[in-house]
């Protein structure tokens, strides 16, 4: 909730830090270790996308012409997801960590880091990979219900489009909420499904107020909270652990 609220809130995902952030705060997790998981999801699920956005062009195809601009998107993604997971693949091998050996400023962080990521070399990436399946099927339907709350009732392959274009537009520094870069996407992929680009603009702007944000409120209570609760933990080490005053009980 916090990495989620967050990166709706600030530009370019920094919502990802704080999540590793609270992990180390609240549980006591490496950032490092954090952040190698996050990687890992953020990984996974920009192939999804890709998958997503590539398979619904597909199935388009043969009843409509092909978006140049979504396939230009298609493209660009597709080769910097490839180049991510490969980078992953070798951080991940077996030569890793000699040549971690001769930086051994940040060879334990560096070997932290090939551990994680050595997940990606076995059959589990194969169950995670289903996990991310599963996660966004519910995220596509929501999709498809705020764009049916404004009228047009998308297909598969054009819902898989806009799942793949949406989600990539969130990669691109901008505003609060994704603000411009998300009804562009939204515009693109209903423009390309047949329906005007005022539709696909109204449906992003309902997505950002009725999902991103609550999302932001709940990571915003939830960071209060547990600033209140360091505040007063930091309060009571001041004070020696001294029993609070009776009215504070």
Same mark, same amino acid.
């Given at each position: 909730?916090?990495?989620?609220?967050?990166?709706?809130?600030?530009?370019?995902?920094?919502?990802?830090?704080?999540?590793?952030?609270?992990?180390?705060?609240?549980?006591?997790?490496?950032?490092?270790?954090?952040?190698?998981?996050?990687?890992?999801?953020?990984?996974?699920?920009?192939?999804?996308?890709?998958?997503?956005?590539?398979?619904?062009?597909?199935?388009?195809?043969?009843?409509?012409?092909?978006?140049?601009?979504?396939?230009?998107?298609?493209?660009?993604?597709?080769?910097?997801?490839?180049?991510?997971?490969?980078?992953?693949?070798?951080?991940?091998?077996?030569?890793?960590?000699?040549?971690?050996?001769?930086? !051994?400023?940040?060879?334990?962080?560096?070997?932290?880091?090939?551990?994680?990521?050595?997940?990606?070399?076995?059959?589990?990436?194969?169950?995670?990979?289903?996990?991310?399946?599963?996660?966004?099927?519910?995220?596509?339907?929501?999709?498809?219900?705020?764009?049916?709350?404004?009228?047009?009732?998308?297909?598969?392959?054009?819902?898989?489009?806009?799942?793949?274009?949406?989600?990539?537009?969130?990669?691109?520094?901008?505003? !609060?909420?994704?603000?411009?870069?998300?009804?562009?996407?939204?515009?693109?992929?209903?423009?390309?499904?047949?329906? !005007?680009?005022?539709?696909?603009?109204?449906?992003?702007?309902?997505?950002?107020?009725?999902?991103?944000?609550?999302?932001?409120?709940?990571?915003?209570?939830?960071?209060?909270?547990?600033?209140?609760?360091?505040?007063?933990?930091?309060?009571?080490?001041?004070?020696?652990?001294?029993?609070? !005053?009776?009215?504070?009980?």
């Amino acid at each position: 909730m916090v990495g989620y609220g967050l990166n709706a809130i600030m530009p370019a995902r920094l919502g990802e830090l704080f999540r590793a952030e609270f992990f180390k705060r609240t549980y006591g997790l490496s950032r490092v270790w954090a952040l190698t998981s996050i990687v890992i999801e953020r990984l996974l699920d920009g192939l999804a996308v890709i998958a997503c956005l590539g398979v619904g062009l597909l199935l388009a195809a043969t009843t409509r012409p092909a978006s140049h601009v979504l396939l230009e998107v298609l493209a660009t993604g597709g080769v910097l997801f490839g180049l991510l997971l490969l980078a992953a693949l070798c951080l991940a091998g077996p030569a890793a960590p000699r040549l971690f050996a001769r930086l !051994p400023a940040v060879a334990d962080q560096l070997g932290m880091v090939q551990r994680g990521l050595a997940i990606l070399r076995t059959w589990r990436t194969v169950e995670v990979a289903a996990l991310t399946v599963v996660v966004y099927l519910p995220d596509s339907l929501s999709l498809w219900l705020v764009v049916k709350a404004v009228g047009p009732a998308l297909g598969l392959a054009d819902t898989l489009v806009l799942v793949g274009a949406a989600s990539l537009s969130t990669l691109v520094p901008s505003g !609060p909420a994704f603000l411009g870069t998300l009804q562009f996407a939204y515009a693109l992929a209903l423009e390309f499904a047949g329906f !005007p680009r005022a539709i696909g603009i109204a449906a992003a702007t309902l997505a950002q107020l009725c999902v991103l944000l609550p999302l932001a409120l709940a990571a915003t209570g939830i960071l209060l909270g547990g600033s209140r609760s360091l505040l007063l933990a930091a309060a009571g080490k001041e004070d020696g652990g001294a029993p609070l !005053p009776e009215e504070r009980r």
